[in-house]
């Protein structure tokens, strides 16, 4: 019930004509555009970096609405598709904005979580997601606020699936973030905080104890 008014939600951020379209989109896929259905989710998530974390159960519930009723595959596909020109010309994009960047990131990551076949993430998405948090990895990104948090946030929302379907590009991932930690001299003390947070979480098996959420939380619990 909760996700469905968070859905709701969302839709309502939406002018009238496009709440209509992915209202319908939602409950019978069958009878829309679902190319223009795909496009509107997309476009909506690198202007909106709210929406791009939750676009996900949107677009699941469309998958699933469309294999119900048709056996269908068209919107994953076009969403795919999308996603793929997006992916393609990140760099340009991080160029141009460094918060579309950030939603692109989210995005991608949020149908990773959300888009399963047979219970595990696509494949097809293991290895961009992996470039795109190799690339909040890198130095110049570490120092930037936006994207640190947004490659924290991913990891703490996919980073235990991510390293179950390869684990060496997280032990990969793992190198460039400790490196940063203990060699980056222009990183924020807020920066190496996150970094040294997220450094323990994935020791600790993609958890943390009870006393390190007390220490990095303290000033959020207080």
Request: net charge negative; aromatic share 10%.
């Amino acid at each position: 019930m909760e996700n469905s008014s968070k859905e709701e939600y969302k839709i309502q951020s939406f002018d009238v004509e496009t709440q209509k379209l992915l209202k319908t989109a939602l409950k019978d896929p069958g009878s829309v555009d679902l190319e223009k259905v795909s496009n509107v989710i997309v476009e909506q998530s690198l202007k909106d970096q709210v929406f791009s974390r939750e676009a996900g159960r949107i677009c699941y519930t469309i998958v699933q609405a469309e294999a119900k009723q048709t056996n269908g595959s068209v919107f994953r596909r076009n969403l795919l598709n999308r996603l793929q020109q997006e992916f393609k010309a990140r760099e340009e994009t991080r160029k141009r904005s460094t918060q579309e960047w950030v939603c692109v990131v989210s995005f991608i990551c949020n149908i990773f979580d959300y888009l399963k076949v047979n219970n595990m993430p696509m494949m097809a998405l293991v290895h961009p997601v992996y470039e795109c948090l190799f690339r909040l990895a890198q130095p110049d990104a570490l120092k930037n606020e936006e994207e640190m948090d947004c490659l924290v946030l991913q990891l703490h929302r996919i980073g235990d699936q991510l390293e179950n379907m390869n684990m060496q590009l997280m032990d990969e991932l793992f190198y460039l973030l400790r490196d940063g930690f203990l060699l980056q001299e222009d990183l924020s003390s807020m920066g190496r905080l996150l970094l040294l947070e997220i450094l323990e979480f994935r020791a600790g098996g993609w958890t943390l104890s009870d006393t390190a959420q007390k220490y990095y939380y303290s000033e959020v619990t207080d």
